[in-house]
């Protein structure tokens, strides 16, 4: 990302009628500076029609010139960074798409849907995982508790309820626990792939994330939950 320096000039400097934004190209844009994070300078463009917002990146900038009379440079030690948008099958190799739906639908879904398919099968692999380990446990205790019932004391009653116990609850819970877990193996296996997709296009998988930045308006600093879209 691109650091901000902020230099003061001397008083002689001469206040200027509003903002002015320096493009690396050195022309100019006339405007009301209303935020600048370490990303992008939102503003207000004063050459256009009722003086629209608009925004400009900041890998863009050269300077920025502020009616206060101060000065915003924008160094060059680091680029800029900001994350393109991409469309529905922009990574996809059309004349050799893969046969199965699940891993077509990977490959030809845009970066913000796989980010919500990991999500998604992600979430849905940890409650398989849970499942398993809740119906195991029972059939374990089920087992543990049958045999400890049938034991105790010599009434047929205990035996018999016993005896039900320690074979119906492992089959219930091994049933159960067996299906948990082919879902966790599966929905794990889906958000694997998907995030191998991402990796491949080297996007992160969150789809969001804390841009700091300086307020000029209130002198203040602040952190911008930036969504991915």
């Not at 809740?134 to 059939?139: G, L, M, N």
Request: with cysteine; hydrophobic share 40%.
């Amino acid at each position: 990302m691109a650091f901000l320096s902020l230099t003061n000039f001397v008083c002689a400097q001469s206040i200027r009628k509003n903002d002015v934004i320096v493009r690396r190209d050195s022309s100019r844009i006339q405007a009301l500076i209303l935020q600048v994070s370490y990303e992008k300078v939102n503003y207000r463009d004063l050459a256009a029609p009722d003086s629209a917002k608009a925004f400009i990146y900041m890998d863009q900038v050269a300077r920025i010139l502020l009616k206060s009379g101060k000065t915003i440079h924008v160094k060059d030690s680091t680029a800029a960074v900001r994350m393109p948008p991409d469309t529905a099958g922009q990574y996809a190799d059309m004349t050799n798409l893969p046969e199965n739906p699940f891993d077509r639908s990977v490959v030809m879904a845009n970066s913000d849907q796989l980010r919500n398919k990991y999500e998604y099968y992600k979430n849905k692999s940890i409650d398989g995982k849970t499942g398993t380990i809740v119906f195991t446990s029972f059939a374990a205790a089920s087992l543990v508790s049958g045999i400890i019932i049938a034991n105790s004391g010599n009434s047929p009653d205990n035996k018999k309820f016993g005896n039900s116990l320690a074979v119906a609850g492992p089959v219930f819970g091994g049933v159960f626990g067996l299906v948990c877990f082919k879902n966790y193996k599966l929905h794990k296996k889906k958000a694997e792939k998907v995030k191998t997709e991402l990796e491949r296009r080297n996007q992160p998988l969150e789809s969001l994330r804390l841009v700091p930045g300086f307020d000029i308006l209130n002198k203040s600093g602040f952190l911008t939950l930036s969504f991915f879209f």
